[in-house]
């Protein structure tokens, strides 16, 4: 098969799938919302590298986005969306339609405790029973060899990492780091949003981490002294506003007086009405 393909429907994304088995090729996956970016387009070039076939799926789920979040204006343009991906080597989109993946009478749900409580789950609480399940539902259509996730949306590269273990998924779900701008803000669909006044304030976000990672180097453990530092330097900036600023352990996410290890710092800030987030991993010398 030569060029890249678009699957619409299950039933031709599962066709193209057994026919890539028959062959005995390994098939890499990048789940993705569309509008992609850089920070996509890094996952399939490492895809790509890793597997025979990469498929990309571009499926806007409306189940992991709450209410009042930005499901409506979520950024869409699915013709750039197969340009990006076939520069970055892809060789197949999978691009449902709602119904194509929900049935109206859907009530089977993914959902895991304990990690998805804190950072992101505290104010997205449905977030993660949603994006467990859709990454579930794709996993079971693609029976990728390996899964890529950006650490950007690193609780939910922690989340899958461990829903592919705790249900025995025999999938390598990797993590791959965050593709920044030029001047540290990283690569995010939803930097669209941002006027531009509101993107000169979200470089706080990167500079209050790098700030945090230096003073961490630097010798500071307390990871409530992180918190509040952070807390302090993102509201410097009058267009932003915290919603968290967190040191927890990495990958289990669980908050220590004192950081030990690798730590993830992480933050979640509204620049006006745009929620941003953005994070290090920090590995705590002894
Ligand atoms: O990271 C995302 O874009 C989404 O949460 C994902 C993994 C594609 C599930 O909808």
New binding site residues.
């Given amino acids: 098969m030569m060029g890249m393909k678009v699957a619409k429907h299950v039933d031709q994304l599962r066709d193209i799938i057994r026919f890539w088995r028959g062959q005995g090729l390994k098939i890499g996956f990048v789940?993705?919302?569309g509008y992609l970016h850089e920070g996509h387009q890094s996952l399939i070039r490492r895809a790509a590298e890793e597997n025979d076939k990469v498929v990309v799926?571009v499926?806007v789920?409306q189940m992991?986005f709450g209410p009042n979040e930005d499901f409506d204006a979520y950024p869409r343009d699915f013709d750039r969306d197969c340009q990006k991906c076939e520069e970055a080597g892809a060789d197949l989109v999978f691009h449902p339609d709602n119904e194509d993946m929900y049935e109206e009478d859907f009530i089977t749900y993914v959902d895991m405790t304990g990690l998805t409580q804190g950072l992101c789950g505290k104010t997205r609480p449905i977030h993660f029973r949603g994006?467990c399940t859709?990454?579930t539902k794709l996993f079971n259509l693609v029976t990728p060899d390996r899964a890529y996730?950006g650490q950007k949306?690193a609780q939910?590269l922690a989340v899958i990492t461990r829903m592919a273990r705790d249900l025995n998924m025999n999938i390598e779900i990797i993590g791959c780091p965050i593709v920044r701008e030029d001047d540290g803000l990283a690569k995010s669909s939803r930097n669209t949003y941002l006027s531009a006044e509101e993107r000169e304030a979200a470089l706080v976000l990167s500079k209050a981490l790098r700030a945090a990672k230096e003073k961490i180097e630097a010798g500071e453990k307390s990871a409530e002294v992180i918190q509040n530092f952070l807390k302090e330097a993102i509201e410097t900036e009058p267009l932003a506003k915290v919603d968290y600023a967190s040191a927890v352990t990495w990958p289990a996410l669980e908050e220590k007086e004192y950081m030990e290890g690798e730590m993830l710092v992480a933050v979640a800030v509204y620049i006006g009405k745009t929620r941003l987030i953005d994070n290090v991993i920090v590995d705590i010398a002894e």
């Fill in positions: 789940p993705t919302m799926s499926f789920n992991q994006v859709i990454v996730f949306d939910q």
